[in-house]
Structure formats: C-alpha cells, structure tokens
C-alpha cells in the first residue's frame, strides 16, 4: 500500500528532552511537510522540503529541527527550546509536479509533555 | 506573503441541505487552492483543488468549490449534506511562484444533524 506512515501515535516527553517524530513515505514524492495542529488555530507549518539535502523554515520553525537525508523519511525533532510543545503533529507529502500537487497526510503523531 | 481565512468556525445544516463552507485567500500571484476535511484524531483527506481552468471544481463525496478570483474565495459546497460529512474542514492556499509553502486556515467544523 502506498503512504505516508508517522511513528509514534503517541509520544511523552518530559521537561527538557529532545524527541524525535518519524515520517515516512513511499509515494515517491519530493516535497514534504511538517505542521503543527493546536486547537482552533489550525495547522501552522514547522519546515517543509522540496528536495533531499534541502529544507526550509516554515511559520513556527523555532525550537524544532529537521534532516531530509532521503527522499523517502523526513523526521521532526522537538527540542528543549520548544517551550510549549504539546500539540497534534501532522507530516504530509506531495508531488512536485502541477497537476498533481495535492498533500498526502501522515495519522499524525500526539505529542504531550509530562 | 500568502494568507487564507476561514471566517466560520462552526457551520450547522440539516441532512438534506445544502451546505456551504467558506474561503478567502490572499496571494500575490495566481493561487493553488485546496480543500481538506478531517475526522477526529486522524491526518487531512484531500477533497478537491483549482489549479488553472473551470472555476467551478468537483471532487470527493460530492463536494465542489467555486474559484472566484475577483472576490479571492474558494467556497467549498454539497447540495445535500449527511450527516456523515460532519468532520473539520481545512481550506489551504499555496503561491506557486513561493515554492511549496502551503498554509493552511484554522479549519470550520460543520455540524450535520438528522
């Protein structure tokens, strides 16, 4: 089945770690997505990538960091500078392509500090 | 800088209703669009886009949206809603000449009662 697969579920992290978000696709798209859910404010983007090797800061990039070492994984670190960082954590990925550009969702990741 | 706003945060309609949910954009050049819809505690479904071509698009589950550039929205409508469409709708914007930013409005819930 072709898709795009976030680990964990659901994540705990106590003060002052580092966790690490996993996404992986195989749709074999080029571009993907980090955002972040919070309760009526919708999604706010973190970092998104078009290429491997690449990225770019998105509205909230601060406190998080990414790698895109291959095409296929894109993972989110949230570190300890993130100070409020319990929220819903959705991956995405597209094509880079015109016609099909739409974004492909991960089930998301809950991330809650404890 | 690209922007879009969902004015609703909660739309209510009847079952057999049509039902419309709204979006304004704000682009400095020709937009992409799209609309998602999400059920509780999962990832965004892809519903429908406008890229170029017909202002008015067809997508899943009987969902259409209308382009109206002069006015910039991109409202999302059903002729006859179910109450199975109850879920969180996301409209989202991306400025094809600024790459593959895509941001996303905080979402309307709509709410279908029988």
């Known amino acids: 089945d072709g898709g795009i697969t976030q680990s964990p579920k659901y994540l705990f992290r106590k003060e002052g770690q580092n966790v690490t978000l996993s996404c992986e696709q195989n749709?074999?798209?080029?571009?993907m997505y980090w955002y972040r859910q919070d309760p009526g404010q919708g999604l706010r983007l973190i970092y998104y990538?078009?290429?491997?090797?690449?990225?770019q800061k998105g509205d909230i990039a601060e406190g998080y960091s990414v790698s895109r070492e291959k095409k296929e994984s894109f993972p989110l670190t949230v570190t300890s500078a993130q100070k409020n960082p319990t929220a819903f954590y959705l991956c995405?990925?597209?094509?880079?392509?015109?016609?099909?550009?739409?974004?492909?969702f991960g089930q998301g990741t809950r991330l809650t500090v404890v | 800088a690209q922007s879009v706003a969902q004015p609703e945060d909660q739309v209510n309609v009847a079952e057999g209703n049509p039902l419309t949910v709204k979006c304004t954009y704000s682009?400095?050049?020709?937009?992409?669009l799209f609309w998602y819809v999400q059920y509780p505690n999962r990832g965004l479904q892809f519903l429908l886009k406008?890229?170029?071509?017909?202002?008015l698009v067809k997508g899943s589950y009987g969902f259409e949206a209308e382009f109206n550039k002069s006015q910039t929205s991109f409202h999302l409508k059903k002729p006859s809603a179910l109450v199975s469409d109850s879920a969180l709708y996301f409209c989202?914007?991306?400025?094809?000449?600024?790459?593959?930013?895509?941001?996303f409005g905080a979402g309307t819930r709509l709410f279908v009662k029988a």
């Open positions: 995405a990925s597209s094509s880079t392509g015109v016609r099909n550009t739409e974004a492909f």
């Open positions: 749709l074999n798209h080029d571009a």
């Open positions: 990538s078009q290429i491997v090797n690449d990225f």
């Open positions: 682009v400095s050049g020709n937009p992409y």
């Open positions: 406008y890229i170029t071509g017909d202002n």
């Open positions: 989202a914007v991306r400025d094809p000449t600024g790459g593959f930013k895509t941001i």
